[in-house]
């Protein structure tokens, strides 16, 4: 298959960044990105590592056991002395061919997982994975700083004024069916830049946007993106990247989740040469190891 060079990204967004120019600087320059966090400015100048706490027992690699609070906080602990910046809590899996818990279920274990890791660490960041307006707003008032919303607010559209309320950040994914009509990253491009404005026009300062990388998407396209993930720079917006141990990963090497954490960290690299600010993963230490290589060859 034919896939179009960067340039042609380039100049097919140039013509649509004249509405929307406030949101771009030159191609040529490079803003530092932050975001802000318990009313303190978190750098992204070096790439920050967002570690996994699933408690769902539907996940797809691994879950937390928040039945076990001992094993819960070890868990917990071990993520943070690893390097964690910020803990992801999420209870509803969004694995492929999921069927979501109901929303009671999702806060019952959500809400104990918040309870103690704020009782322990009151200032380690916090995000809360969720698409649910409901959720998200109960978790905000038990110490969440981040709103994860793998639907792009198409679950609810509360969620963008539930970010803009309470001045925190939230995590844009694109989980859209890739067409044949266009690119993949044209399309993605397209989601992002639209719903990016219609944020900073409610009032979202922070956006992180995430191209949801095995989403609606098939292996090659997620493989488009991660080849051309440089051009997301042009919407001067904070990158995350979550391909930890997923099936981009495991299945074109007939492996399991268990055994394509090489194949995490090789991925892991190339969304950091590709401009990652944050990568979503399993294997703190792993991905830490990644960052100060990369950070070496930036000097």
Not at 265 to 289: C, K, P, T
């Amino acid at each position: 298959m034919h896939f179009p060079k960067k340039d042609t990204f380039f100049l097919y967004f140039l013509t649509k960044t004249l509405v929307f120019s406030q949101y771009f600087c030159n191609f040529a320059g490079q803003m530092e990105m932050s975001i802000r966090i318990h009313n303190q400015l978190m750098s992204l100048s070096r790439p920050r590592v967002m570690a996994i706490v699933n408690l769902s027992p539907d996940s797809f690699y691994t879950s937390c056991d928040i039945a076990n609070e001992q094993h819960f906080l070890s868990q917990v602990e071990n993520a943070l002395n690893e390097g964690a910046d910020i803990l992801d809590l999420g209870a509803c899996s969004t694995r492929p061919h999921s069927q979501p818990i109901d929303a009671t279920t999702e806060w019952q274990l959500l809400c104990k997982g918040l309870s103690i890791v704020r009782h322990h660490w009151p200032n380690v960041p916090l995000s809360v994975d969720t698409f649910r307006f409901d959720i998200a707003q109960q978790a905000i008032s038990y110490g969440a700083d981040m709103i994860n919303d793998v639907s792009g607010a198409q679950a609810d559209p509360r969620m963008w004024n539930l970010a803009a309320q309470h001045h925190i950040p939230y995590v844009l994914t694109h989980a859209q069916t890739i067409g044949a009509e266009q690119p993949t990253m044209v399309q993605v491009l397209d989601f992002l830049q639209n719903r990016l404005h219609q944020l900073h026009v409610q009032g979202v300062a922070d956006v992180i946007i995430d191209p949801g990388f095995g989403f609606g998407k098939t292996i090659e396209q997620n493989y488009d993106i991660l080849r051309q993930l440089d051009v997301l720079q042009t919407l001067q917006a904070a990158i995350l990247v979550g391909v930890s141990r997923k099936s981009m990963l495991y299945k074109p090497l007939g492996k399991t989740p268990e055994e394509v954490l090489p194949a995490t960290v090789a991925a892991h690299m190339l969304a950091l040469q590709g401009g990652a600010h944050i990568l979503r993963v399993h294997d703190v230490q792993a991905a830490q190891q990644a960052i100060q290589i990369f950070q070496l060859t930036k000097r």
